[in-house]
């Protein structure tokens, strides 16, 4: 098959310098098109979602249309009672959920972040 077009989606401020950087190189970009988007895992009813008509509903009311859509039929439970939860305590953590063991396994802490010009080697103003 002949390559016609090729497009990528980029999200996340890291991959977006790494598109940006080969944009301004001189072998240039391998795509055609790319979707850029800075939320991590791209934007819930952002820029690149479809758009309501004109006259239509605001996006407020699109946003909620979209979120109650999702919801329906969905039933709140804990995240330990998935069988693929129960698979990991079973299998890999080996102890109950909320136990201390469990939280070695899977809780995170967090840190300050670093001032972004010390650690930006190659200068990137955005």
Not at 64 to 69: A, C
Request: aromatic content about 8%; overall charge positive.
């Amino acid at each position: 098959k002949e390559v016609v077009l090729k497009v990528a989606r980029c999200y996340g401020f890291r991959n977006i310098q790494n598109i940006t950087r080969q944009l301004k190189s001189p072998k240039g970009c391998a795509f055609d098109f790319i979707e850029v988007m800075a939320c991590p895992s791209g934007c819930i009813n952002g820029g690149g979602q479809i758009r309501a008509a004109d006259g239509g509903e605001t996006p407020k009311a699109r946003l909620s249309r979209v979120v109650d859509s999702f919801r329906q039929g969905q039933t709140e439970r804990q995240p330990w009672v998935s069988i693929h939860a129960q698979e990991v305590y079973t299998s890999i953590i080996h102890d109950a959920p909320n136990s201390q063991r469990a939280a070695t396994w899977l809780q995170t802490a967090y840190k300050a972040a670093e001032d972004p010009g010390a650690t930006n080697p190659i200068g990137i103003q955005w």
